[in-house]
């Protein structure tokens, strides 16, 4: 994904220039290759997240 967004950067004269220097200012956050427990790790926060998600819009029963 991370790619995906320097490319768009790379090629796109036209993009608004907030996207633009959100994007570098978060670009050196993202791992590329994050070690198995970092993976778990993200994956569970991930899951947490969307069930705090759907519990704040009433969705999990």
Known sequence: M???FDLML???PNLN???ASTW???RPTFD???TPE???DLERRA???GSDFFDDIN???
Do not use: S
């Open 32 to 34: 590329a290759d994050p």
């Open 24 to 26: 570098q200012t978060l």
């Open 59 to 61: 969705l999990n029963v």
């Open 38 to 40: 970092k993976q778990a």
């Open 47 to 49: 899951d947490q997240h």
């Open 10 to 12: 790379e090629t796109n």
């Open 17 to 19: 220039p907030t996207i």
């Open 2 to 4: 991370a790619n995906m």
